[in-house]
């Protein structure tokens, strides 16, 4: 069975979560199974291509397979999280949802300028998370070199706001 059956296989959907008419799509039990893990981290890398010089993952799932990649590949793992959840001196950028917005926050010193950085979260919806680390990366002057997703939601057409900031998006599975 290749990579993508394997995964499609592997997801758990939940019906009405978070929320009624949501068909959520649960990457948990990936987790309980180390070769598929192991199997997509690899997948990432083969179609990434490239090494960036660091991976930015999105919380909190985007910390799964991110810091996977990035200690496969010798490159350092940044933690994109909510507000007021990281420690030190933090950029932030605000964003749009649905319903209100929200803000994601990363450390003052985590990227150096001219650095080439992957961004990593489980699932490529709306593309506002992911667009919102983008914009921490420029506003510390690295380069988004590309976008990795595990499960990517076609319908929502995410990629189309990410292109503005990369061409280079990965998505392992497609709904």
């Given amino acids: 069975m290749n990579l993508v059956d394997q995964i499609k296989k592997t997801i758990r959907d939940v019906a009405d979560f978070p929320k009624p008419g949501i068909m959520f799509k649960d ?13 997509i981290v690899n997948g990432f890398i083969e179609k990434l291509g490239y090494k960036p010089d ?8 985007g910390f799964l397979f991110g810091v996977l990649m990035a200690n496969k590949l010798n490159v350092p793992f940044i933690m994109v999280r909510k507000a007021g959840k990281l420690p030190y001196k933090t950029i932030h950028c605000e964003y749009a949802l649905e319903y209100g917005t929200a803000k994601i926050e990363m450390h003052i ?35 988004v ?23 280079n998006i990965t998505c392992l599975v497609q709904y």
């Fill in 27 to 39: 990457i948990t039990p990936i987790l309980e199974d180390q070769e598929l893990c192991s199997a």
């Fill in 54 to 61: 660091a991976i930015v993952g999105v919380e909190s799932r």
């Fill in 109 to 143: 010193d985590a990227l150096k300028k001219g650095w080439n950085v992957l961004i990593h979260d489980d699932l490529l919806a709306t593309g506002g998370t992911a667009e919102a680390a983008a914009q921490l990366v420029k506003q510390q002057g690295a380069n």
């Fill in 145 to 167: 070199s590309g976008f990795a997703f595990v499960v990517e939601l076609e319908f929502l057409k995410g990629k189309e706001k990410l292109k503005t900031h990369s061409n």
